[in-house]
């Protein structure tokens, strides 16, 4: 029996909007926010946990698993919902990213503690990009009908094609050059797709185009006219912040507002009031579980107790002023960490290097990121977005500037 995808919008306030996007591993109600299991885990977290804390969606990475343990031993083993153990609805990257990471000279983030120092990328042309393993050194090439492939093996049930994601500091030449090659790799994904669909599986076209507004729009038109499922913003969105703003802000003027938009790697509080305004369903990013990984818990504004503290989206529990502190890491969270443990506990684990403070952090975190796309939800739905965002954001732009100088 084929599984059954549609998306739907219930609520629009502004440009904002509530939805549900509807998977044969079941329903997504957005906007919503999708947590890294890039290697098919979320780091120190059990799912059972991340589950619990409300959590709708997960991501795990295609060139990753196609490294380790390789997209034929997780078929074997049921594909990734099984393999990991998470019944809910599961998105795959296609490898993109890396290609980019890998081509100026760092793999990722994730992996800076095994990689080496060198570029492992060997090519990038039409065909795909052969590069080499961080693991082993052995060759892969990856193509656009490689990666559909592997994802499909994986079993996600939203899936991308593969593109390049150019970086800011290439030329326009370059980009436009680059996005060429991604709309006929685009082509060639959906044309794979469609050769082995099994209607288990939707899939998402990518926006390119890098902050050049000309090559958005004609990099829009050319996805608005294919048959994706949804459609997700990547490439590079600009040096700062206001720049990335305009980038998304002018690419979801062009892009077809029926379709579920997915913004690739944003997850910081005040980007995600932003795009939700826009008109953004869904959201990426490692930025809450790699936060907890060095000691910094999300807090929202009223639980920032200190005018520095209050420049950021987050306490450092590894400060010294919390040694003694009693409380949790937000008196108003009801997340297994905040009801069970206090900062003081947290405080003592990171010091002792104990491993379980990562864990208490980040399902903290992910707790803290689900209850404010709940809250999210609700505004929109009660047409009082701007209001909610007091709640969450510190608007002290002036005092902050001068801190972080």
Not at 22 to 36: K, R, V
Request: glycine share 8%.
């Amino acid at each position: 029996m084929k599984g059954k995808f549609s998306f739907k919008i219930t609520k629009q306030s502004g440009s904002a909007r509530v939805g549900i996007i509807e998977t044969p591993s079941g329903n997504i109600e957005t906007p919503a926010f999708i947590f890294c299991a890039t290697k098919a885990a979320i780091k120190v977290s059990d799912i059972e946990r991340v589950s619990e804390a409300g959590t709708q969606v997960i991501l795990s990475n295609t060139y990753h698993l196609m490294l380790q343990p390789g997209e034929d031993t997780v078929e074997k083993l049921g594909g990734l919902h099984k393999m990991i153990g998470w019944n809910g609805p599961i998105l795959t990257d296609s490898g993109g990213y890396q290609i980019f990471s890998l081509g100026h000279g760092s793999v990722s983030e994730e992996i800076k503690g095994i990689r080496k120092k060198q570029k492992t990328l060997v090519k990038v042309d039409e065909y795909g990009a052969v590069f080499r393993s961080y693991i082993n050194g052995k060759s892969y090439c990856l193509t656009p009908e490689k990666s559909i492939q592997i994802q499909q093996k994986l079993g996600a049930d939203l899936i991308l094609v593969l593109d390049e994601c150019t970086p800011f500091h290439v030329s326009k030449e370059y980009t436009q050059k680059s996005m060429l090659m991604s709309h006929k790799w685009a082509e060639r994904s959906l044309n794979e797709f469609k050769r082995n669909n099994n209607g288990k599986q939707a899939l998402y076209g990518i926006s390119q185009g890098g902050v050049y507004q000309d090559l958005r729009r004609e990099n829009c038109d050319f996805i608005n006219d294919l048959p994706f499922f949804g459609q997700a913003i990547g490439g590079s969105l600009g040096q700062s912040k206001e720049q990335m703003h305009d980038v998304v802000s002018f690419t979801m003027e062009h892009l077809k507002r029926t379709r579920p938009t997915h913004l690739l790697g944003i997850g910081g509080i005040v980007d995600i009031f932003h795009a939700v305004g826009l008109g953004i369903d869904t959201f990426d990013c490692v930025h809450p579980t790699r936060l907890a990984r060095h000691g910094g818990a999300l807090i929202k504004v009223k639980n920032r107790n200190s005018i520095i503290s209050k420049c950021k989206e987050h306490i450092n529990l590894r400060n010294q002023q919390f040694k003694l502190d009693n409380g949790p890491i937000a008196s108003d969270c009801l997340c297994f960490t905040c009801r069970k443990h206090s900062r003081a506990y947290i405080y003592h684990l990171l010091k002792a290097k104990e491993l379980l403070a990562y864990t208490l952090i980040t399902i903290h975190n992910i707790f803290f990121m689900n209850e404010l796309m709940k809250s999210i939800r609700q505004a929109i739905l009660n047409d009082r977005l701007n209001q909610e965002r007091s709640n969450w954001v510190s608007e002290i732009p002036s005092f902050c500037n001068l801190v972080s100088s």
